[in-house]
């Protein structure tokens, strides 16, 4: 057959609607969109017959595409929907899965908070999340304070990440209600002040050096005794890049109060930052295990020694108390304390003002032999005694 009379074959293009499925499968079509990726969580957002922007949970994506389709569909018919559409009713169990997965997304350590949603989630399981009222959250938090024996501090933590769960369901999750927000916050303590005694510091570096898993962590606390850093300075912001060993300082750009604060090292905190750098390339961050890794937490040994010690009441922040309180016992002014704490104001450090009271002590003693040197005797002199004696 010549060229001319080549016969043509057409193929047929695909229809629009076998496009749109081909391209569905590939990214998420619009109106429809997973709320956390990886959560399996679909939802859809359409305009009804109204205008009205209106938002519906779907169970999977494939359902979640054909209720937007149907959703559209009936919008162009001018199929009016409910004034109100009720989903299903959203458990306590889903609000708390939901800010789980916020959390670990978001939080450099969240095992904390994720371990106390896990804890309530035993404590109000399927309940409709709407359910609950201020009351019984706080009748719960009361009754396991009293049996775990929780600090106030303990609570609040736990009330803040409750909260968490039910601001984060409001905006996303359709729960209308924040009972959190009604239960009261407790007032701490905030005028601790915990320091080792010698013998206690004895104690714990005997059992820190008795156990070979823990041996390795001692520079840690040496460190950790003689910079006052937060736990989170120290391990996940100390990096050697702003560590200058000739120079003797360590500088911290952004401490949990916006301060920045640069750490003059002693030799002790100096001995402890040359072990750190031998276990390193000298990039990155600071302190180091004995392999090399970089460390961000120091639970995994701290509490255990401590208890091994058998002393009590002491925790891994009490750490940075025994740096301020022993600088305060040798005379450090309050100041200079504030300045090394990295301390907005005096308010916070004036709590270890009572570790100085036997300069204290001192002071009023000057005081009263001064009193003593300037005030007139009460007893009779000379001259009023042979007067008196003149008159008999």
Same mark, same amino acid.
């Given at each position: 057959?010549?060229?001319?009379?080549?016969m043509?074959?057409?193929i047929?293009?695909?229809?629009?609607?076998?496009?749109?499925?081909?391209?569905?499968?590939?990214?998420? $079509?619009?109106?429809?969109?997973?709320?956390?990726?990886?959560s399996?969580?679909?939802w859809?957002r359409?305009?009804?017959?109204?205008?009205?922007?209106?938002r519906?949970?779907? $169970?999977s994506?494939?359902?979640? #595409?054909?209720?937007y389709?149907?959703?559209?569909?009936?919008a162009l018919?001018?199929?009016?929907?409910?004034?109100?559409? /009720?989903?299903?009713?959203?458990?306590?169990?889903?609000i708390?899965?939901?800010a789980? &997965?916020?959390?670990?997304?978001?939080?450099?350590?969240?095992?904390?908070?994720?371990a106390?949603?896990?804890?309530?989630?035993e404590?109000?399981?399927s309940?409709?999340a709407?359910?609950l009222? $201020?009351?019984?959250?706080?009748?719960?938090?009361?009754a396991? @304070? &009293?049996?775990e024996e929780?600090?106030?501090?303990? #609570?609040?933590?736990?009330?803040?990440?409750?909260?968490?769960?039910?601001?984060? &369901?409001?905006?996303?999750?359709?729960?209308t209600?924040?009972? =959190?927000?009604?239960?009261?916050?407790?007032?701490e303590?905030?005028?601790?002040?915990?320091?080792l005694?010698?013998?206690?510091?004895t104690r714990?570096?005997?059992?820190?050096?008795?156990?070979?898993?823990?041996?390795?962590r001692?520079?840690?606390?040496?460190?950790?005794?003689?910079?006052?850093?937060?736990r989170s300075?120290?391990y996940?912001?100390?990096?050697?890049?702003n560590?200058?060993l /000739?120079?003797?300082?360590? %500088? #911290?750009?952004?401490?949990?109060?916006?301060e920045?604060? =640069?750490?003059?090292?002693?030799?002790?905190?100096l001995? &402890?930052?040359? #072990?750190?750098?031998?276990?390193?390339?000298?990039?990155?961050?600071?302190?180091?295990?004995?392999?090399?890794?970089a460390l961000?937490?120091?639970?995994?040994?701290?509490?255990?020694?401590?208890?091994?010690a058998?002393?009590?009441?002491?925790?891994?922040?009490d750490?940075?108390?025994?740096?301020a %309180?022993?600088?305060?016992?040798r005379?450090?002014?309050?100041?200079d304390?504030?300045?090394l704490?990295a301390?907005?104001?005096?308010?916070?450090?004036?709590?270890? @003002?009572h %570790?100085d009271l036997?300069?204290?002590?001192?002071?009023?003693r000057?005081?009263?032999?001064?009193r003593?040197?300037t005030?007139?005797? %009460?007893?009779?002199?000379?001259?009023?005694?042979?007067?008196?004696?003149?008159?008999?």
């Amino acid at each position: 057959m010549s060229a001319a009379g080549a016969m043509v074959l057409e193929i047929p293009r695909p229809s629009r609607v076998d496009r749109l499925s081909e391209a569905e499968s590939k990214r998420n $079509p619009r109106g429809v969109y997973e709320k956390v990726r990886g959560s399996g969580e679909w939802w859809v957002r359409y305009a009804d017959a109204t205008g009205r922007i209106r938002r519906e949970r779907a $169970p999977s994506k494939s359902g979640a #595409i054909a209720l937007y389709r149907k959703r559209k569909t009936e919008a162009l018919q001018g199929k009016k929907l409910p004034e109100t559409l /009720r989903a299903a009713a959203v458990s306590f169990k889903q609000i708390a899965e939901y800010a789980m &997965a916020d959390i670990q997304h978001r939080y450099s350590r969240p095992a904390d908070d994720v371990a106390r949603l896990r804890t309530a989630v035993e404590w109000f399981g399927s309940r409709e999340a709407a359910s609950l009222t $201020p009351g019984e959250i706080d009748a719960k938090l009361i009754a396991v @304070a &009293a049996q775990e024996e929780w600090a106030d501090s303990t #609570i609040n933590h736990y009330r803040s990440v409750l909260s968490l769960a039910y601001r984060l &369901a409001k905006r996303d999750l359709k729960v209308t209600t924040n009972p =959190v927000r009604d239960v009261p916050h407790r007032t701490e303590n905030n005028d601790r002040v915990r320091c080792l005694t010698p013998d206690e510091e004895t104690r714990l570096r005997k059992a820190i050096r008795s156990n070979p898993a823990w041996r390795e962590r001692e520079p840690e606390l040496d460190f950790a005794l003689h910079s006052g850093l937060r736990r989170s300075s120290m391990y996940e912001h100390l990096v050697w890049e702003n560590v200058d060993l /000739r120079a003797r300082t360590a %500088t #911290i750009p952004r401490t949990k109060n916006g301060e920045m604060v =640069v750490i003059p090292l002693n030799n002790d905190a100096l001995r &402890a930052m040359r #072990i750190f750098r031998s276990r390193g390339d000298g990039t990155g961050q600071v302190v180091r295990n004995a392999q090399g890794q970089a460390l961000k937490w120091p639970k995994i040994w701290f509490a255990p020694a401590v208890r091994e010690a058998e002393i009590r009441d002491f925790h891994w922040h009490d750490l940075r108390h025994c740096f301020a %309180t022993r600088l305060r016992e040798r005379g450090i002014s309050l100041e200079d304390i504030s300045d090394l704490l990295a301390h907005k104001g005096l308010a916070m450090t004036r709590r270890y @003002a009572h %570790t100085d009271l036997p300069r204290l002590h001192q002071a009023v003693r000057l005081l009263a032999r001064k009193r003593t040197d300037t005030t007139t005797s %009460t007893a009779p002199s000379k001259r009023n005694r042979a007067r008196v004696a003149g008159a008999r």
